[in-house]
């Protein structure tokens, strides 16, 4: 299973940052499983198939890391960034 596709974008107004990913391919996805980081805490989400992007509000998130699972339960590579190398502002 490839590694999902992701984008980090900040608004500067409000601080939130916008998640949005994609995999290429017709792979098989049954959900998607997301990590932030703060500080030393990870924190994970599983989300459904259905959800590609997500909202931080007001975080102090440094890293994040997605990666899909197949509906056998195989979850494939993980993308993972660093939110300050990656931000796309507007």
Known sequence: MGKPELTITKDEK?????LNWQIQGKQKIQLWVL????GNEWKTNILPLQTTSYLLINNEVENVAISAVSRYG???ESVVMEVKENLIKK
Do not use: D, K, P
């Open 14 to 18: 409000s601080g939130n940052l916008h």
């Open 35 to 38: 990590h932030t980081q703060t």
């Open 74 to 76: 195989i979850q494939g």
